[in-house]
């Protein structure tokens, strides 16, 4: 006990976040999230929805509903298979990584006929792959594919998804927790039912609460479908209403979580969706130059790879969590663990939103210079840094600000 408190204020250790999410929160959003608290059904507040609601909409490239969802993007991906699906009805799920089979575990929870593609994890999913199952499976009420596959690294073609899963009378639904604001998202143009995310990536807000897309098509179904959904928290056309001009009471929204949300927006806005795609692309790249140099092996083709998170292979009788856990306490750096089929034999990098800048490329690559000898890797000095800092020079990364 110390001046008659029993517990001193809370400290936590500054880290460099490269893993797979969240990433860093900028300190304009953490500002915001420490604003007043205001009632959820204040005039004031219901202000901020509208707006809030209109950005969220520039973000997803949709003139249809946008809101979040009070919640990690798995409250959003349960919003969303709940909502538009019903028990018994048979729901596709394109499977090639950790979070697809996630979809899969809910699903056969809400009691769906589950029927999953099983790909290969670390490749893009061949569209015909879905077009054959939707021809054994003509029924098919809702396919579910994810956009940027974190557990792998892969990025997927889900327009052409959407295509297929309409010419055969289907909605589709789709997770953009790590694509949104880091890579091109088009809703309308790829016509989507439904895509949730999170605000912990490429946004650079912290996590708990989830934006979401819906098509007006996918909100008919909800209003008219025989049954409402299980889940009265994730009924979407529910949550739409309390964002809608109406405001119709639902859920005691998370303000804080919606002004830190808000700030974010904000400011990938500002910087502009394609100068922040680019500024992704551009570190990606520049990361790949460098790890290539230090003859790492990068398991996922050029042209499948996610630009926000890179795969990195651990070359033999190196030790994943001697890895981590020495970048971790030497040099406070956060890089993420394989996942499922991955498990022990990645490790997984993140450049996402406040997190993805050249400075954090830098400090990662000498990291590694320095720690994969003592684990038995021989590396030359300065190699990583340099093939870094040539590929910047060729594609520069947009200027962050903050």
């Not at 999410?21 to 204040?42: H, K, Q």
């Not at 990938?268 to 790249?285: I, K, P, T, V």
């Not at 954090?360 to 800092?389: C, D, M, Q, R, T």
């Amino acid at each position: 006990m110390n001046n008659g408190q029993r517990y001193e204020p809370l400290t936590v250790p500054r880290r460099v976040i490269l893993g797979p999410g969240p990433s860093s929160a900028n300190p304009r959003v953490l500002r915001a999230m420490s604003l007043p608290i205001i009632g959820y059904l204040d005039p004031a507040f219901f202000e901020l929805l509208d707006e809030l609601s209109g950005m969220l909409g520039e973000v997803f490239k949709t003139n249809q509903r946008a809101f979040a969802v009070a919640g990690a993007g798995s409250a959003g991906m349960e919003a969303g298979l709940v909502s538009l699906a019903q028990p018994g009805d048979t729901v596709i799920i394109c499977s090639y990584g950790y979070f697809c089979e996630r979809q899969i575990i809910m699903s056969e929870r809400l009691g769906f006929n589950v029927v999953p593609l099983r790909t290969e994890w670390g490749r893009s999913m061949d569209p015909h792959v879905l077009a054959d199952a939707l021809k054994e499976h003509p029924e098919t009420q809702l396919v579910v594919g994810i956009h940027a596959e974190t557990s792998a690294g892969t990025l997927h073609p889900i327009a052409e998804f959407a295509r297929l899963a309409h010419e055969a009378g289907a909605m589709f639904m789709t997770d953009v927790v790590t694509s949104l604001a880091g890579c091109e998202l088009e809703f309308d143009e790829w016509d989507l039912d439904f895509a949730y995310s999170g605000s912990q990536k490429c946004l650079a807000a912290p996590p708990g609460i989830s934006p979401v897309a819906l098509s007006e098509r996918g909100l008919d179904y909800i209003r008219n479908r025989p049954k409402p959904p299980t889940s009265w928290y994730l009924d979407l056309q529910l949550i739409a209403d309390y964002w809608g001009p109406d405001h119709i009471a639902h859920h005691t929204a998370p303000v804080s979580m919606i002004y830190g949300l808000r700030e974010a927006v904000g400011m990938a806005l500002n910087e502009g969706l394609s100068a922040r795609w680019e500024r992704h692309a551009a570190n990606a790249s520049a990361l790949r130059a460098g790890l290539r140099a230090l003859n790492l092996e990068l398991p996922v083709p050029e042209d499948e790879r996610l630009d926000q998170l890179t795969l990195v292979r651990l070359p033999k009788g190196v030790d994943d969590v001697k890895l981590r856990n020495q970048l971790l306490d030497e040099y406070s750096i956060e890089v993420g663990r394989g996942l499922g089929e991955f498990a022990g034999k990645i490790i997984r990098v993140g450049l996402m939103g406040e997190s993805c800048v050249p400075a954090n490329v830098f400090a990662l690559l000498n990291a590694l210079e320095k720690i994969l000898p003592e684990h038995g890797f021989e590396v030359a000095n300065g190699v990583a840094a340099a093939a870094a800092s040539a590929q910047l020079v060729k594609q520069p990364s947009p200027l962050f600000t903050g």
